[in-house]
Structure formats: C-alpha cells, structure tokens
C-alpha cells in the first residue's frame, strides 16, 4: 500500500488479514488435534495423570500408576481432566487444553500489541504467533507449557500494560494471572516475572517510578492467596515426600543439581530461538541491530521496546544458567519476540527507508531467501531421504514459491519505493503450508510406524481388569504410552533379576519387551510364550520416515494365562 491509499483499503486489507489468521488458526491448532496418539514420552503421562484423577475423584493429588506424582502443580491436570471428562478420556480431550491455551495466547498478544503500540502491530504480532514453529508444536501436545505461557507472559503484559497506558487497574488481573501461572509450573513464574520488572527498573529511569508505583507487597499477597492452599495441603498430607518430590528434586536440584547428564552448552537456547524464528530471524536480529545502534547515538528506546527486550533476555537468561535445558521452555519469549518483529515491521511499512531501520530492513530481506532455502532442503529430503507420499512435494514446491515471489517483490518494492504489504502474507502462506502438509503427510507417516500403542491395546483387550499382572521390562521412554493404553496399574520392570522373578510367578500375566530381551529370558530357560508380536520404531524420529530405513525395533507381549 502506499501513503495515499485511503483508509477503506486498508480497512479491508486487515479484514483480509483477519480471514486469514481465522484460518491458519484453525489449522494450527484445531485441525486433526486428536487424530495421532500421544507422542513419547510426556503427553501421556500428562494425560494419565488426569485420568487418574477423574478415577479417583480427587482433583488436588496428582497421581501417575496409583502413586503420587509431584511433577508439577494440579492446575493443569484438573483442566486437562475437565476436558477429558467433557469429549471422553482420549488424545483430542488430552490435547484440547494447550489448543484453547495457545488460542488465548494469540489473543493476548493481540490485545497487548494494540493496547501499547498500535492496533497494526497488535494485528501483525498475533498473525506472526499464530504461524509459529513453537505454537504449532506446543499447542499439539499434550502438556502444559501453553496454558503457563498464557498465564505467566499474559500477566506480565497486564501490569506492563498497567505502566505503560497509566491504567492501575490493569495489574490486579494481572497479579491473579501470575498466581495461575504458578499454580500451573511453580514459582519459576514469580522468578521470570520478578527478573524482568527488577532488570527493566534497573536499566530504565523513565520506567522505574513508574513501576515502583504499582502495588506490589498486594500484589504478591493475591499470588500467595491464589497459589499457595495446593502446596500447602500437599505438604500437610505427604509432609517429606512432597518436599523431597516437588520442592527439591523437581525446582532446586532440576535449576542447580547434576540430575541429568549430556545437557546442552550455553548457546542451546539461542540456537533454539534461530531455528524456531525461521524465516523472521533476520528481522528480530535486526531489530536489535538498530536498538543497539540507537543507543549508541544517545537516543533512548521507548518503554514498550525496553520491557520486550527485558523479557526476553530474563527468560533465556534464566533457563540458561539452569544446568537442566528442554527446548521448550523458553517457548515464553515467543509473544515478546512476535511484537518486536510486528513492530519493526510496521515501522518499516510507515518508514521503510529510513536509516533508524536500516538493520530490520536487511533482515526482512532475508525472509524471501530463507524460505527458498526451507522449501529446497524440504524438497531435497521429501526425494532424497524420506518415504512419504508424491503429493507431497506440493509443501517444498510452494515454500520456495513464496520466497522467490517474495524476493522478487521486495526488489521491485525497492526500485520502486513502495512499503511493505499490511501483514508478510508470502511467509504466512509459506508457514501455513508446511504446517498443513506436516498433518497431511508427515504425522500420519510416523502413526503408522508407532508400535506402543497398537501393542498396548492388544494387552487391553486380552487381559481384561483383574485376569493377571501387566508389566513392561526396560521400555524406558514409552512406559506412559503403555500405562494410558493398557489402562489399568502397571509394574515398570528395568532390572533383569526383578524381571525374571516377575516372569516365574505363578499367577497370569501379561509383560511388554523388545525382543532381544526375550530372547535373553528363553536362553536362561524360562519357558516363555509371546502373545503378539510387531516391529516399528524405537522412539519418535525422522529417521523413522527415511527411505533406507533402520533395522525396526521387534516388541513382543510375552503372556500366560489362565
């Protein structure tokens, strides 16, 4: 658009984008939810969980197996149970939570961009999310990173909001989202939010009255009221348990112990943060090229850019220094990062040439490029490397459509000085068809090479509840796939002396194991029998879609019955 296009063509260039984001919200969150069984391992422990609950009939105790299981706070579980108990105890119910998370999510953001910046920005920044790598992935699993992020950066953005729009109201809800979100994952909520504030006062002298200002000893009072009646009755009903469990293993020696070797350097989460920013990486890079640049001619960044930036660098700051990494979470920089991105974009869409965006402007250059790159290292392993369907060359074929039609555009938009369209429509279309060729093709591929699930069901069907013991033997990562298949308690078995007293019982019994254990128990001479017997992947991986594909894993059920 140019400047002189009136305003109701840009009134119906973001209804466009409106219909537009109705549909790539639909695709990423909603389309096929249920369809693939729970990935390995979490999903479904998160899903057992709060079935086990449903069964027990008490919503504040999580349980896994019959036993108590301190992982994280019960907010998630009694949503996630709640779901369950409305479309049935399956993976659209397990799932159904994180999607309608991550759907708030989108609207928070929205909300937030428009209220501090501009309606655009506000409309960019959600178009931007919906359509990220981290949405897409999160929002379809079953866990609770989505609901946390919701809470955690939703209230974050009510008291920036209650700053920086002089709206002191504002920060009450946003105290009670905090609560909700440690309610949800623990105090790690209060820590981002409390590092973000404490370094935004400390580099700030326009924000730190401002901030001093909000209520904040009542504030944490509402946290503590909200969040606190669950850890209490769980200290009151397990005592030493609970603090061992939850307190010590799952906080302070998860941040600062060694629990768990061959974690990630220093640089993982910003490697994570590159890829998962694909194709609009240069831009946020760029965007912190001319903040930088700006601070060094003496200008100083508005308060809006200060407490994004604030935001992200406490999140990644902080989850770097725990000697305990997942990819995932830092998935609550991605409203932060999608506004900045949304800014510097329309800042260069009122002002492309000027030189204070001279940085974000090299980066949104590199969009078209990067997309060609996507969609030929796409096509290369869809011909070269992996097995699936010939249709779907379709998602390569129009990535790299996108990125040549938006290079070319971006030249002729610079020859002749024309702005940047309202929304990046050719990296929307591009995301928009990965995600969807992913769940037309891809997932449905690494279904049918899943093997856990059909084993665990045959298990189900033949030994119905109460005929005989069912136990799994060094299954490791796919135990929670078995235990919500099967259905009822389960021994997790992974020593072989406990095995094989387990196999010379009298009683029937039912036990999972790869074949080559089997084969280890029939030469000690134990008389074994397998019931059922199918070959598939180890653990969920690309590999498992080459098209020289790796020697498959034999599971068997090995049973005797009455």
């Given at each position: 658009m140019s400047a002189a296009d009136p305003?109701?063509?840009?009134?119906?260039?973001?209804?466009?984008?409106?219909?537009?984001?109705?549909?790539?919200?639909?695709?990423?969150?909603?389309?096929?939810?249920?369809?693939?069984?729970f990935w390995d391992p979490d999903e479904a422990h998160y899903a057992e969980t709060s079935r086990e609950m449903i069964a027990t009939g008490d919503y504040w105790t999580p349980r896994y197996n019959g036993q108590p299981f301190f992982d994280k706070p019960a907010l998630f579980h009694q949503l996630q149970a709640a779901a369950m108990r409305g479309v049935g105890p399956s993976e659209l119910g397990a799932r159904l939570v994180p999607a309608m998370a991550a759907l708030a999510l989108i609207g928070v953001t929205w909300w937030f961009g428009s209220a501090v910046a501009s309606p655009h920005v506000g409309l960019v920044a959600a178009l931007l999310l919906t359509i990220s790598p981290g949405l897409f992935a999160l929002a379809r699993y079953a866990i609770l990173d989505t609901l946390f992020t919701l809470f955690t950066s939703g209230g974050a953005a009510l008291l920036a909001a209650a700053v920086l729009r002089d709206r002191p109201r504002l920060q009450w809800a946003g105290y009670i989202a905090i609560a909700l979100g440690v309610a949800t994952k623990?105090?790690?909520?209060?820590?981002?939010?409390?590092?973000?504030?404490?370094?935004?006062?400390?580099?700030?002298?326009?924000?730190?009255?401002?901030?001093?200002?909000?209520?904040?000893?009542?504030?944490?009072?509402?946290?503590?009221?909200?969040?606190?009646?669950?850890?209490?009755?769980?200290?009151?009903?397990?005592?030493?348990?609970?603090?061992?469990g939850y307190v010590l293993n799952e906080n302070v020696r998860l941040f600062a112990g060694n629990l768990y070797a061959n974690q990630p350097g220093v640089w993982f989460y910003f490697q994570i943060l590159t890829t998962g920013l694909l194709p609009w990486t240069g831009l946020v890079v760029g965007r912190l090229v001319d903040d930088v640049r700006a601070l060094r001619r003496g200008e100083r960044l508005d308060a809006l850019e200060i407490l994004l930036w604030t935001w992200t660098a406490s999140v990644v700051g902080f989850f770097t220094a725990s000697t305990f990494k997942l990819d995932h979470y830092v998935f609550p920089v991605a409203p932060a990062l999608c506004l900045l991105c949304a800014r510097a974009w329309v800042d260069m869409w009122h002002e492309e040439f000027a030189s204070r965006h001279a940085g974000a402007r090299a980066g949104g250059h590199l969009v078209g490029p990067l997309l060609v790159m996507m969609g030929i290292g796409c096509g290369y392993f869809l011909v070269a490397r992996l097995d699936l369907p010939r249709a779907a060359i379709v998602v390569p074929i129009a990535i790299a459509g996108c990125g040549v039609a938006l290079t070319t555009f971006a030249n002729l938009r610079a020859r002749l000085?024309?702005?940047?369209?309202?929304?990046?429509?050719?990296?929307?279309?591009?995301?928009?068809?990965?995600?969807?060729?992913?769940?037309?093709?891809?997932?449905?591929?690494?279904?049918?090479?899943?093997?856990?699930?059909?084993?665990?069901?045959?298990?189900?069907?033949?030994?119905p509840p109460g005929d005989g013991r069912v136990a799994s033997f060094r299954l490791n990562r796919w135990t929670p796939a078995l235990r919500f298949y099967v259905d009822r308690p389960m021994e997790f078995l992974d020593d072989?002396?406990?095995?094989?007293?387990?196999?010379?019982?009298?009683?029937?019994?039912?036990?999972?194991?790869?074949?080559?254990?089997?084969?280890?128990?029939?030469?000690?001479?134990?008389?074994?029998?397998?019931?059922?017997?199918?070959?598939?992947?180890?653990?969920?991986?690309?590999?498992?879609?080459?098209?020289?594909?790796?020697t498959p894993t034999q599971f068997v059920v090995v049973a005797r019955r009455q």
């Open positions: 305003p109701g063509r840009r009134a119906r260039g973001r209804a466009l984008a409106l219909g537009v984001g109705a549909v790539l919200a639909f695709v990423v969150l909603f389309w096929r939810l249920g369809a693939p069984t623990g105090p790690v909520a209060l820590v981002l939010c409390g590092l973000t504030f404490l370094l935004t006062m400390a580099v700030s002298k326009e924000l730190r009255p401002k901030l001093l200002a909000l209520r904040w000893i009542a504030g944490l009072a509402i946290v503590a009221a909200v969040a606190s009646p669950w850890f209490i009755l769980m200290y009151v009903r397990y005592g030493r348990q609970f603090i061992d000085r024309l702005r940047p369209p309202i929304v990046p429509w050719f990296g929307l279309v591009a995301l928009g068809v990965t995600y969807a060729g992913l769940l037309l093709y891809v997932i449905p591929a690494l279904e049918q090479r899943k093997v856990v699930p059909d084993v665990a069901r045959f298990v189900a069907r033949q030994a072989a002396a406990e095995a094989e007293a387990f196999l010379q019982r009298p009683e029937p019994f039912y036990i999972v194991m790869r074949r080559g254990a089997f084969d280890e128990f029939v030469a000690r001479g134990l008389p074994l029998t397998i019931a059922y017997e199918r070959d598939g992947m180890w653990a969920t991986s690309g590999r498992a879609l080459w098209r020289r594909r790796e």
